[in-house]
């Protein structure tokens, strides 16, 4: 029988289905192996080659892993919320449910034609109620949650009210809001409900505030950072502006310390870790403030105005020149005089057009604007003037800064740019032995440290700002809380009703709270977000609802969880499973989530170790983020006539040098190995139906270059079209074979052929001539064992550190050493397809099955153990030389010496014929290098 890969495919991927192979169980002997990838959005245009790539090493490694005795749970699921859908619902009135929908069964049918070994019995979907409800039952968690500093972790909200009740909340340590007032018991016992709720709003976990967000008028909704590009929407690219909105926020911020702390715990690639350490930010500094001068302000709201920054360097406050404050900053008002006003809104109109990202990544553009309001230094009392400027932002620090030309690149620019005194200073950071006393001090007018250290002059600094009430030692965070809403449809309801203008939750017994029925998928016309459409849609047909929805990222900031107990209706995860799984030891996907999921997911994961309801404090012990598949794009070159238009003439790669032409990408799939097919380029656009080519050697060569795999450059592959030609088998073992797994490369299909060629020689070893079955059950040589043993070792090293390319090559050499052994024996064979099974699960079941065992079983076999007594050189092929001229290659013992190798090699047949009659004088021997005959 030949190697019919398609019939092979089609069969074992059936059975796995119908016989549930990969289906796990919660409770096992076994030790247990979670390993996951990141869930893809279900997006219309289905899997390209780059997706699966990440997949495929999951799945070699979650099918060595049972090979290994391991109860693996390797489940598959769809981030299925989110803005494409809504926005293909906006233009065609679609509800998003049904493209999600079609575009989910497209997904699962190229997913199950790659041969994965998810255990789809608990397949999620972030969009199905019996999904959010948890995600919505989670967000109740943390409303009634707040962080308390003491234990350091969240406790429910009643042992704060409780704690308010008894003793106010003067003495309570808690990561609450900046403008939380001093309450007594009495206090709080006289409040209203209206006012203990406000209160309470500024300790909970997820609470509502006004927020500088990404508006994109456009798509009529909220847009997080990473969906804005140079001031336009990622999907559109529709302008995007800044605006105060009252928005949902998470207090992540509250688990800064634990954030960075869990770094140091868990096995991610140190570039992601720093990424997110940066993204933290934690600084250790003061708070100072500023007192606002009050000549110029005829509006002074009061008597004690001052701008607060936050600095590392307070030390260098002799050298401050001027402030400056975000363009949103809630001063900006305030402290703008009526000559300043235009500049001052010309100014923050233009900074709304550029996102947060933007404005932190350009390091280069200086702009600005004078308030027309100074600020006192409360060291040596010089007026310093507050400017607006982009490059501050609203949401962190304190949305000001305090500005030392003199020691800050970026203030030294702004100070050139609209020349601003510069102060010289002289940095004593790293100066550790006493001062010059010549000196007259470190900084012009600096005189608190005088001939100080830094070590000395930070803690004297600190005390004096405490002495004037002028700021405090503080250890800062640079992330900030994040916004946990969006103005779309496509999305979680949050399950909260509002009452006298403030939230209250749905009681939590009519969860899910589902998406009702609207008109249109677009905001209201006075400006709700679209579900302010829905009709008759009040909490207990009396109270509105929230009309955002939840983010992208909240359903997937749990979902490792849901797949240990994916059916369960009455909880989450039930504690056995939860104690079973306990966390994810293998996480593969994109570095893209550094910022986004990971820091979110992090952050559930310790909420819900607080309350008790998991036991790991990381969701992920192991992650490996997977290089990026690049396109590999083809372009033909057309001729230009002398009036610079194109013709219908395409010349070859080679001889385009020689004529004039412009380049032209050209459909990937209509070329092999960079020769075009000239009768499908004619039928791939009509207006080259009559093409004609000027080839070089009788055919047609495209050019090459490598680019993202996009539509636009015609470059990207269809894994269908790949296994239909060539089998999902060579697919897997091919996107192992172009490089390591972490490492971006391009998709070449020129080696492809290689890959399925070494799986024909493969099969090729269990059939004779006739293509029959045929096993021998002969014992096998050491040179057959040998071989074996190479790979078995091999394959479990390169597995082992996620090595997968070189496993690859490996095996084409191992069967290339087989099939000139012309080795058909059973044990060795036998063993060979289970070392094969991870990476080829199509074509090893079906030799497993032809060799005798029980259909499906090889997914549980156990793999060969390793000897390394086959590997041990008991011979050694010496190059046989007469005068210092190689003759020949001998196989001899090492175990003979060096008159027993004299012997073997004169009375050698083949070698006598190099002495031609002479007699040997002398014979120079080196054990396991050479023998050289002297005649």
Not at 556 to 568: E, F, L, P, Q
Not at 606 to 616: A, I, P, Q, T, W
Not at 689 to 710: D, H, P, Q, R, T
Request: glycine share 6%; proline share 5%; charged share 25%.
């Amino acid at each position: 029988m030949d190697y019919h890969f398609r019939e092979i495919e089609d069969k074992w991927q059936r059975f796995w289905a119908e016989d549930n192979t990969y289906r796990v169980e919660n409770t096992t002997d076994k030790p247990k192996y979670y390993v996951l990838d990141m869930f893809p959005y279900p997006s219309g245009a289905g899997l390209h080659v780059g997706h699966p790539l990440g997949y495929i090493a999951s799945d070699i490694f979650s099918r060595y892993k049972r090979l290994r005795g391991f109860n693996v749970l390797h489940p598959m699921g769809y981030d299925s919320f989110g803005l494409p859908a809504e926005q293909y619902a906006i233009q065609t009135g679609q509800h998003p449910a049904i493209t999600t929908e079609t575009n989910i069964n497209r997904y699962r049918e190229q997913l199950d034609n790659l041969g994965f070994s998810f255990d789809w019995s608990r397949e999620v979907r972030t969009s199905d109620p019996s999904y959010y409800k948890w995600t919505q039952w989670i967000f109740m968690q943390l409303f009634n949650s707040w962080y308390n500093l003491e234990t350091d972790k969240a406790e429910p909200i009643d042992a704060l009210i409780a704690r308010f009740k008894s003793d106010g909340n003067g003495s309570v340590g808690a990561v609450c809001d900046d403008d939380v007032p001093a309450v007594s018991a009495a206090d709080w016992a006289s409040f209203s409900e209206r006012r203990q709720q406000e209160l309470l709003l500024k300790y909970r976990l997820t609470y509502l505030r006004e927020s500088n967000v990404n508006w994109c008028a456009a798509l009529g909704t909220v847009l997080a950072n990473d969906e804005v590009k140079d001031g336009f929407s990622e999907r559109g690219g529709y302008p995007v502006e800044q605006k105060k909105m009252m928005q949902w926020s998470m207090r992540i911020t509250a688990y800064s310390e634990r954030l960075l702390r869990g770094l140091d715990h868990i096995d991610w690639p140190d570039p992601l870790k720093e990424m997110q350490r940066n993204w933290i930010g934690k600084s250790v500094g003061a708070m100072v403030k500023f007192a606002v001068e009050p000549s110029a302000i005829s509006h002074r709201p009061s008597a004690d105005l001052f701008i607060e920054v936050f600095t590392t360097r307070v030390d260098t406050i002799f050298g401050v020149t001027f402030l400056v404050i975000a363009p949103e900053h809630e001063l900006v008002k305030t402290l703008t005089t009526a000559g300043q006003k235009d500049a001052i809104e010309s100014y923050i109109n233009q900074a709304k057009k550029k996102s947060e990202r933007d404005r932190m990544a350009d390091t280069k553009t200086v702009s600005g604007a004078f308030t027309g309001s100074y600020a006192v230094n409360p060291f040596n009392g010089d007026k310093v003037p507050v400017w607006i400027a982009d490059y501050v932002l609203a949401g962190y620090g304190t949305g000001a800064v305090m500005a030392v030309p003199s020691g800050d690149q970026r203030d030294y620019l702004f100070a050139k740019h609209f020349e601003l005194p510069i102060v010289p200073i002289i940095d004593i950071q790293n100066i550790e032995t006493e001062a010059d006393p010549t000196k007259e001090g470190h900084y012009i007018n600096s005189g608190p440290i005088n001939g100080l250290t830094y070590k000395e002059a930070i803690p004297v600094l600190h005390a004096k700002l405490a002495e004037l009430g002028a700021g405090y030692a503080k250890v800062n965070y640079r992330m900030r809380d994040a916004i946990f809403g969006r103005q779309r449809y496509w999305g979680e309801p949050v399950p909260v009703y509002f009452k006298d203008g403030l939230p209250y939750l749905i009681d939590e017994k009519e969860l899910p709270l589902l998406l009702p029925e609207i008109d249109k998928y677009l905001p209201t016309e006075t400006g709700e977000p679209p579900l302010g459409r829905a009709e008759n849609w009040k909490y207990q047909d009396a109270y509105e609802y929230e009309l955002s929805t939840m983010p992208g990222w909240a359903g997937s900031s749990w979902y490792w969880y849901r797949y240990m107990d994916a059916k369960n209706d009455g909880e989450f995860a039930s504690k056995e499973a939860v104690a079973y799984w306990k966390d994810v030891d293998l996480y593969i996907g994109g570095s893209e989530h550094a910022t986004g999921h990971l820091l979110y997911s992090r952050f559930w994961n310790k909420f819900l170790k607080d309350l008790g309801y998991v036991n790991e404090e990381e969701p992920f012990k192991k992650l490996i983020n997977q290089g990026m598949i690049q396109g590999r794009s083809n372009f033909v070159h057309r001729l230009i006539d002398e009036e610079g238009r194109g013709t219908n003439t395409f010349v070859s790669n080679g001889l385009k040098d020689t004529y004039d032409t412009s380049a032209i990408h050209v459909d990937v799939n209509i070329v092999q190995n960079d020769v075009l097919d000239l009768e499908k380029f004619k039928e791939w656009r009509p207006d080259f139906g009559n093409a004609e080519f000027i080839l070089e050697n009788g055919k047609y060569v495209c050019g090459v270059e490598v680019e993202k795999m996009s539509k636009r450059y015609y470059n990207v592959v269809n894994p269908d079209d790949v296994t239909a030609r060539y089998g999902a088998d060579t697919l897997r073992m091919y996107e192992m074979f172009l490089g390591p797994l972490e490492q971006s490369k391009p998709w070449n299909t020129n080696g492809i052929e290689g890959v399925f060629k070494f799986l024909r020689k493969f099969w090729k070893l269990f059939h004779n001539d006739k293509l029959e079955f045929s096993v021998s059950d002969e014992e096998p040589t050491g040179a057959e064992l040998k071989s074996l043993h190479k790979i078995i070792r091999k394959v479990e090293e390169d597995i082992e550190r996620f090595s997968f390319n070189t496993s690859v090559s490996s095996f084409m050499i191992c069967v290339n050493e087989l099939t000139e052994l012309k080795c058909n024996k059973r044990k060795i064979l036998r063993d060979l397809v289970v070392t094969l099974a991870a990476y080829a699960p199509h074509i090893t079941e079906e030799l497993w099955t032809l060799l005798g065992n029980a259909p499906g079983t090889l997914s549980y076999a156990q793999y060969p153990a390793f000897n390394p007594a086959y590997l041990v050189e008991n011979e050694f092929a010496y190059p046989i030389s007469v005068n210092g001229k190689m003759k020949m290659n001998l196989n001899i013992s090492l175990s003979l010496d060096e008159t027993e190798v004299r012997s073997v090699v004169l009375s050698n047949p083949d070698f006598q014929k190099y002495l031609e009659g002479k007699e040997a004088r002398k014979v120079i021997f080196v054990k396991g290098k050479i023998v050289n005959v002297v005649v």
